[in-house]
């Protein structure tokens, strides 16, 4: 088949606004340092590796996943402060999680909503399954704008309300009260997607049980578990068998299953981690703060989102420290609110460090 004939058959068979996508980029890192996707830069401990190993080796893996994950849901809830009364759904990072409540939530052209500039996959999901994604423009200094809020859920009566807290990429904790009074007003299910809870402090988990029309997202992504890919959806039991529906047989594979379950056995291990990136966030925004031109916004995650200004913008800024092998993620051109905005994850000490020379010299040069 030549490629001719290739290009005429998609045209003819993939729909337009998927051939209209780019596919998500992930950019290699091999010998650099990697403060880019929001990962944990700790490796478990070698002990905790052992343990897992021997889990692995036993597992089978020509059989296909149990049907039944009654004891991992067991350890997931006790880890993570899951009610008792709540139901848990599991996925393949909750990117597979967002894809399912879409799905099963939204005929073609139903309303997705979400404050904008978020998690980019809200509005990915909602394309790949014929909603329609609405953004609602936070505000200059990237804060919810809760009057815009209200008025795009009375105006576009979403099936599904998508709230990261804190956000991504912009980092900030949207108030308690302006979250119950969206979930008060929308119409059909809102998503709190606590991704970054460990960083925060702060989560909606406790009070679960009274907000029947919302459900929590998680992943374990950001714990220091990110090559695991596994998220878990906590919510009213009756909407949980409603996403159960949709979900693809066997996604969470046994190596998954088997490795979580000794990790979780850990999890001190886990929350040591996330206290030290708490404990590095500030030090490290206040450093970028007293560069020449540089804005740093306020944040709740493992990350930080500063904008470059003056000489030096954020494609300048990001194309210097890529040469010399420091990733961070240009969201310049994610939407205006962004222009000339990086957003950086924090690393370990001598990465935070290396970082903020990197950026000196760049600075200094121009």
Known sequence: MTSRTAADRIAGTVRADIRALSAYPVPPAAGGIKLDAMECPYELPDAVREDIARAVHDTALNRYPAGDTTELAHDVRKAFGIPAESGVLFGNGSDELIHLIVQACCEPGDTVLSPWPSFVYFDMAARFDHARFVGVPLTADLQLDLPAMLQAIAQHRPKVVFLALPNNPTGGLWPDEAVQAIIDTAPGLVVLDEAYQPFADHTWMTRLPTLPHAVIL???????????????LSGHPDWIAQFDKVRPPYNLNVLTQAALRVVLRHKSVLDQQAAQLRADREPLARALADLPDVTVFPSAGNFILARFSGEFDGNTVHLALKTRKILVKNVSSAHPLLAN???????????????LSALQDILRSH
């Open 218 to 232: 998680r992943t374990v992504s950001k714990i220091g578990l990110a090559g695991l890919r596994f998220g878990y």
């Open 341 to 355: 905005c990086l957003r950086i994850s924090i690393g370990t000490p001598a990465e935070n460090t290396a970082l």
